[in-house]
């Protein structure tokens, strides 16, 4: 059973940043993207910025500028730089791999204070 775990997350003011890196228990045969999700209360799960094998990204229009993210494929670790945040950020946010299945974090709080 393979199992991700975020972390990172936390209470931060606006305009400052925050680091989430999400770890893989094991190594994933088969891993084709890696992804960060959120969901804030009372909305749908949104994409925030995926990468792929090929190393390339995609962002959510509203991240863009703002958030970076990376991934470290030796360590089975994508990290999620987010800079400049909004209050409108907060949310929870999940990671994904995805391979022959989709594997999900647990999640981690991100709250921005005005």
């Known amino acids: 059973q393979v199992q991700l775990v975020e972390s990172g997350g936390g209470l931060v003011q606006a305009g400052g940043s925050l680091r989430l890196s999400c770890v893989a228990s094991?190594?994933?045969?088969?891993?084709?993207?890696m992804g960060w999700y959120r969901q804030a209360p009372g909305k749908e799960r949104e994409l925030v910025a995926r990468?792929?094998?090929?190393?390339?990204?995609t962002y959510a229009d509203s991240v863009k500028g703002r958030f970076t993210i990376s991934r470290d494929s030796a360590k089975n670790t994508v990290y999620l730089q987010m800079d400049s945040l909004k209050p409108e950020d907060t949310a929870v946010y999940y990671c994904?791999?995805?391979?022959?299945?989709?594997?999900w974090g647990q999640g981690t709080q991100v709250t921005v204070s005005s």
């Open positions: 994904k791999f995805t391979g022959d299945q989709h594997y």
């Open positions: 990468i792929t094998g090929a190393a390339g990204t």
């Open positions: 094991r190594s994933i045969f088969g891993i084709h993207a």
